[in-house]
Nanobody, 120 residues
Framework: QVQLVESGGGLVQAGGSLRLSCAASGRTFSAYGMGWFRQAPGKEREFVASISRGGTIKSYTDSVKGRFTISRDNAKNTVYLEMNRLRFEDTAVYYC?????????????WGQGTQVTVSS
């Protein structure tokens, strides 16, 4: 079992930046691929970014490429999502995920989510 707790969400103006964190506890953090997903009101949850166990393989959905950066610190059992040049359409609840795989099909463990609101 893996427990995930997100933090760092908030209200920011368009063009601004936020850094989300996800702290993991339970089983060995470095054994899992980690990812970020988001769900906007009235929409399905969508993949944002993922990072492999060792941090060498990263993938992003097209709409965030060049603006968001995923990283992880296995010594701190934490994964991050650095979000720059935020847009109104980035507004959503952001969820951290852990799984033995990476990418849009991750579905094993989820955090409770953190709200990101971008004002236009």
């Amino acid at each position: 079992q893996v427990q995930l707790v997100e933090s760092g969400g908030g209200l920011v103006q368009a063009g601004g930046s936020l850094r989300l964190s996800c702290a993991a506890s339970g089983r060995t953090f470095s054994a899992y691929g980690m990812g970020w997903f988001r769900q906007a009101p009235g929409k399905e949850r969508e993949f944002v970014a993922s990072i492999s166990r060792g941090g060498t393989i990263k993938s992003y959905t097209d709409s965030v490429k060049g603006r968001f950066t995923i990283s992880r610190d296995n010594a701190k059992n934490t994964v991050y999502l650095e979000m720059n040049r935020l847009r109104f359409e980035d507004t959503a609840v952001y969820y951290c995920a852990a799984d033995s795989i990476v990418g849009p099909r991750m579905n094993a463990y989820w955090g409770q989510g953190t709200q990101v609101t971008v004002s236009s």
